[in-house]
């Protein structure tokens, strides 16, 4: 069974980064099958894919283009685990941002529980 | 990058009721679609992926259908822990776009 836990601070204030880790349980971040997704939610967005990393003999990133030029997805093998940094964060930012495992291409099929976070002075 | 416009934005229904969800792509995605629930508070739950293939443990009342351009979410006979929002997503290439989402609601 695959579990991802999420962490990470639920407040920033603009113009900082925002950074968020999942930790794996139950498969590995360096699989040659799967990739790990970052998604977002807000009420003005609805959901919105923000980005993902994955390992196919290197590693790859993919991102959204209304946020790659602020971007960073990384993976962490030592702690089987990835992060997303996002800086120069504006309110626009605010959302409860998802780690999810897409297994096989596509299949977004295990999720984090969430981290609402709010971008505010 | 591909857009995908969900149909209708939010739909009255009850018990028992058979309902038909759209999603349109933008361009081609051939099989490339999948189907989440969100209820507040919870992570979306994958109902379906590659347009027709019912996630483990999901119900069969649920059922997807479409290729190309055009597809379906069909739940046969709507129970009370059905009602949520659903997103369609297309996978078929980065980045991966969801729909606006249908909020299906008790009539």
């Known amino acids: 069974q695959v579990q991802l836990q999420q962490s990470g601070p639920g407040l920033v204030k603009p113009s900082q980064t925002l950074s968020l880790t999942c930790v794996i349980a139950?498969?590995?971040?360096?699989?040659?099958?799967?990739?790990w997704n970052w998604v977002r939610q807000s009420p003005s967005r609805g959901l919105e894919w923000v980005g993902r990393?994955?390992?196919?003999?290197?590693?790859?990133?993919n991102y959204a283009v209304s946020v790659e030029s602020r971007i960073t997805i990384k993976p962490d093998t030592s702690n089987n685990q990835f992060s997303l940094q996002l800086n120069s964060v504006t309110p626009e930012d605010t959302a409860v941002y998802y780690c999810?495992?897409?297994?096989?291409?596509?299949?977004?099929?295990?999720w984090g529980q969430g981290t609402l976070v709010t971008v505010s002075s | 990058d591909i857009q995908t416009t969900q149909s209708p934005s939010s739909l009255s229904a009850s018990v028992g009721d058979r309902v038909t969800l759209t999603c349109r792509a933008s361009q081609n995605i051939r099989s490339n679609l999948s189907w989440f629930q969100v209820k507040p508070g919870r992570a979306p739950k994958l109902l379906v992926y590659a347009a027709s293939s019912l996630q483990s443990g999901v119900p069969s009342r649920f059922s997807g259908s479409g290729s190309g351009t055009d597809f379906t979410l069909t739940i046969s006979s709507l129970q009370p822990e059905d009602f949520a929002t659903y997103f369609c997503q297309q996978t078929y290439n980065t980045p991966f776009t969801f729909g606006q989402g249908t909020k299906l609601e008790i009539k």
């Open positions: 139950g498969d590995s971040v360096s699989s040659n099958s799967a990739a």
């Open positions: 990393t994955y390992y196919r003999s290197k590693w790859y990133n």
């Open positions: 999810a495992r897409e297994s096989v291409v596509g299949k977004l099929d295990y």
